[in-house]
């Protein structure tokens, strides 16, 4: 059964980089699929935040992609997020999951994560 | 931006069949998927390729597709199905590729 799990600070200042790790299980990612961050704000909707093939290949929201940068590491099956230059507005719960794609092609996330919440205030 | 529309909230009758729906130009062309999520809960696939269930979703979810809005239909609507619903699909066009989730509806069971 495949299982992630996030990890990190639960409160970030603002102007620094908020960083986040998803820990697989059940699953090897070197087997293929993307493995992607979503975050929802308190109170409001799911938004996509990027997405990650084990070869390291990405794509990125647009309106993230400035301050975002996800990365893999397949000899600890876990995958990663940073967001630079947070502002209260980056304060949610951020998600990870697995997601079925190819090549420019993103499609359904199947296995989520519980989700951590990540506050940005001084 | 590419965005997917939602109506904010709907409400049904216990036993009554709600309809929720989603609309986005690039639908056509790129399949839309459905979560539900409940409080202080990861949202959960309850349909992919715009009307294929998932294994252990009740049969009573459903979806369709045409033209350019997509629709989750569940029927005989249950207590327990009163939660918060999503869509989802994905933007290919131009350069570069990104994913895409409606605003979300709030299904409310009366």
């Known amino acids: 059964q495949v299982q992630l799990q996030e990890s990190g600070p639960g409160l970030v200042k603002p102007s620094e980089t908020l960083s986040l790790t998803c820990a697989v299980s059940g699953y090897s990612i070197s087997s293929g699929y993307y493995w992607g961050w979503i975050r929802q704000p308190p109170g409001k909707g799911l938004e996509w935040i990027g997405s990650?093939?084990?070869?390291?290949?990405?794509y990125y929201n647009p309106s993230l992609k400035s301050r975002v940068t996800i990365s893999v590491d397949t000899s600890k099956n876990q995958f990663s997020l940073k967001l630079s230059s947070v502002t209260a507005a980056d304060t949610a719960v951020y998600y990870c999951?697995?997601?079925?794609?190819?090549?420019?092609?993103?499609?359904?996330?199947?296995?989520w994560g519980q989700g951590t919440l990540v506050t940005v205030s001084s | 931006s590419y965005e997917l529309t939602q109506p904010p909230s709907v409400s049904v009758s216990p036993g009554q069949t709600a309809r929720i729906t989603c609309s986005g130009d690039a639908l056509p062309k790129q399949y839309a998927y459905w979560y539900q999520q409940k409080p202080g809960q990861a949202p959960v696939l309850v349909i992919y390729?715009?009307?294929e269930r998932p294994s252990g979703i009740p049969e009573r979810f459903s979806g369709s597709s045409s033209g350019t809005t997509v629709t989750l239909t569940i029927s005989g609507v249950q207590a327990e199905d009163e939660a918060d619903y999503y869509c989802?699909?994905?933007?290919?066009?131009?350069?570069?590729?990104?994913?895409?989730f409606g605003g979300g509806t709030k299904l409310t069971v009366l």
């Open positions: 390729k715009d009307s």
């Open positions: 989802q699909s994905a933007d290919s066009s131009g350069t570069y590729t990104h994913v895409v």
């Open positions: 990650i093939y084990h070869s390291g290949s990405t």
């Open positions: 999951a697995r997601q079925e794609g190819g090549y420019g092609d993103l499609r359904l996330f199947d296995y």
